[in-house]
């Protein structure tokens, strides 16, 4: 069944708008699905094609005279020479929604854009399934364990493919294609050992020294890692919010995966049954939470408003949402019994914040949704109800 994507409608306005539309996200989110359907009479053409990318890097001007009414260029990191001549052409012809580009990974296509479109062009990202769009097409799981053993790539859902298998063959593609493209990396079962270590401490401050003592590289290559893993949608770091209420906070980033299911593999887990004992259940749910907070805007054309607030005597909320003048605390337990101290540490930081504060929610691993001593507390199914 096909699956609608929430960030169709924000991709049909911005065409007004703009005359250039760029789409960005992880390899197989979507992307090349969502420009294809939305713009079926445009002319697609793929950088991928290695004869495509060549007349694209070889004869720019013969390349675009191709398409006088506009394209799709999908994966247009590939030809980054392309840039300043589509900013001729748009200048030069007015209408807007003229080229769409899709790019999987960051790097390229913001220096393109920061050079020779800025301005010209709006960037929306696409990330993978949201519960709300696999609930729209009854694809939905179940079972939580499910939910978060299977991940949200559209293939896995959409192909109905066999979960772990098709995320060791796409962890293999993203090493060994854009990895290689971004950096220059020597051994990459190096980089590999590193990727699984970040999804062992996903939902977690984010210790670059550790982190790289245990993958047995410096610092400096850890850090430059870590920029990789972002730019090519694999992980999240979510900040600390910037308002200290008179408190000595943490300043460290917590590192989260956008996708449970891949972390899932990459710690080996292969049933849903694994997931019960699992040590790191309640980071694999968490991550779930705040990626389906991050898609919920994001899909819309927002940006990210996901923090985290946390003081050096170790009172902490695990995500914060909202402006800063209604700031939602949040609290994630994976339990299907909600303990006491969770409520507890959403009514320390109303009383902090005062004024500042939003409703505060509690979301669990049970199936229902209530209010309790003024605090809401939502079953992983209603998240994407609580999230607007």
């Not at 007349?55 to 394209?71: C, H, K, Q, V």
């Not at 293939?155 to 772990?164: G, K, N």
Request: charged share 25%.
């Amino acid at each position: 069944m096909r699956v609608t994507r929430t960030l169709i409608n924000t991709v049909r306005q911005l065409v007004t708008q703009y005359p250039v539309l760029a789409v960005t996200g992880p390899r197989q989110s979507g992307k090349t699905t969502l420009v294809r359907e939305t713009f079926p009479d445009r002319p697609y053409v793929s950088l991928e094609d290695l004869d495509e990318r060549a007349f694209a890097d070889e004869d720019p001007r013969g390349f675009l005279d191709r398409f006088p009414d506009g394209a799709v260029f999908d994966e247009v990191q590939r030809a980054p020479g392309l840039f300043s001549y589509l900013q001729t052409r748009v200048d030069r012809d007015g209408r807007m929604g003229l080229y769409v580009l899709t790019a999987s990974h960051r790097f390229g296509l913001l220096t393109g854009i920061s050079q020779s479109l800025a301005g010209r062009v709006a960037t929306v990202s696409l990330l993978p399934f949201s519960l709300r769009e696999l609930d729209s097409a009854n694809l939905a799981p179940d079972n939580l364990n499910e939910l978060l053993l299977r991940g949200l790539y559209p293939p896995v859902h959409d192909r109905a493919l066999e979960a772990s298998t098709w995320y060791g063959n796409y962890i293999r593609t993203y090493v060994e294609r854009d990895v290689r493209e971004l950096i220059n990396i020597r051994n990459l079962g190096s980089f590999q050992r590193f990727v699984a270590l970040c999804a062992g401490r996903t939902g977690q401050l984010l210790n670059l020294s550790a982190l790289a003592g245990d993958a047995g590289v410096s610092h400096t290559t850890a850090r430059g890692w870590i920029s990789v893993l972002e730019a090519g949608y694999l992980i999240h770091l979510v900040r600390p919010h910037h308002r200290n209420f008179n408190k000595r906070l943490v300043k460290t980033p917590v590192l989260y995966f956008l996708d449970a299911g891949l972390a899932c593999r990459l710690l080996r887990i292969e049933t849903p049954s694994q997931l019960d004992t699992h040590p790191l259940r309640g980071a694999l749910f968490q991550t779930w939470v705040a990626s389906e907070l991050l898609k919920a805007r994001v899909h819309r054309g927002l940006e990210s408003d996901l923090h985290f607030w946390r003081d050096r005597s170790g009172r902490e909320i695990d995500l914060l949402i909202g402006p800063d003048e209604a700031l939602v605390p949040i609290e994630v337990k994976s339990g299907v019994t909600i303990p006491s101290d969770a409520r507890r540490a959403i009514r320390w930081w109303t009383d902090l914040a005062g004024d500042s504060a939003g409703t505060g929610m509690v979301v669990y691993g049970g199936d229902e949704s209530f209010t309790r001593a003024g605090v809401r507390h939502v079953g992983w199914r209603d998240l994407p109800e609580a999230c607007g």
